[in-house]
């Protein structure tokens, strides 16, 4: 089955500690990868994806084919990056779910002072 | 205009009652979802429309039946639900399947 596994469901670190949220995907091919973030009180966003290269926030996540995964990093922790955060692929070719996403059950980070 | 806007904010019904959830974006985005949301779970996909025609239906309960009445526009009728229905209903909508999804704030639905 294909799936997505993120192995923490609570990550709390210190400010300024560097912090790293696991995401693994059994997905066959090359799946989009997608990190999607929910800050308390506001609705679900995209944090970053895979095919941007991008760095948000302080952001980044490189995505490993060998061993099928997209952590997400940040060397510096910030009390506002306190959130719930999903890694969530997209599998172009996957049969009738063309383009879903499928949604990890989601990183709790809390970002103590 | 960059957001999904969904109506009501609150829902609360009983077992017999009919409702319907609204979802609205102004953005040309030609693919609309409908999500599920329980209490500290990840999003479900319901829903998934493609340029106004319904392309994915995961194994939902017919007791939810979702309509697209133009491309600006998706709608989620509500008919004679459980109490384990009760959960923040999303609305997303992207430009194609395999971009980013905008959110909308989600309805929080209560049945009794």
């Known amino acids: 089955a294909q799936r997505v596994t993120q192995p923490e469901k609570l990550l709390s670190v210190f400010k300024g500690a560097p912090v790293e949220l696991k995401c693994n995907y059994s997905?066959?091919?090359?799946?989009?990868l997608f990190w999607y973030v929910q800050y308390s009180r506001q609705r679900l966003q995209l944090l970053l994806r895979?095919?941007s290269r991008e760095s948000i926030k302080g952001f980044t996540a490189d995505l490993n084919k060998g061993e099928t995964s997209f952590h997400l990093k940040k060397p510096f922790a910030q009390e506002e990056d306190s959130a719930m955060y999903y890694c969530a692929p997209v599998h172009p070719n996957y049969g009738g779910s063309q383009g879903n996403l499928i949604f990890g059950k989601g990183t709790k980070l809390s970002v103590k002072p | 205009d960059t957001e999904v806007t969904q109506t009501p904010k609150h829902l609360v019904m009983g077992m017999t009652n009919k409702k319907s959830l609204k979802c609205e974006q102004h953005m040309g985005h030609r693919a609309m979802y409908w999500y599920k949301q329980k209490a500290k779970k990840p999003p479900e996909l319901m829903f998934v429309?493609?340029?106004?025609?319904?392309?994915i239906n995961e194994s939902v309960p017919s007791r939810f039946s979702p309509e697209c009445p133009n491309s600006s526009l998706l709608n989620l009728h509500l008919h004679a639900l459980q109490p384990e229905d009760s959960a923040l209903y999303l609305c997303a909508s992207s430009q194609g399947r395999d971009n980013e999804q905008f959110f909308g704030p989600g309805t929080r639905l209560t049945v009794l």
């Open positions: 429309y493609s340029y106004e025609k319904l392309s």
């Open positions: 895979h095919i």
């Open positions: 997905y066959s091919g090359s799946p989009e």
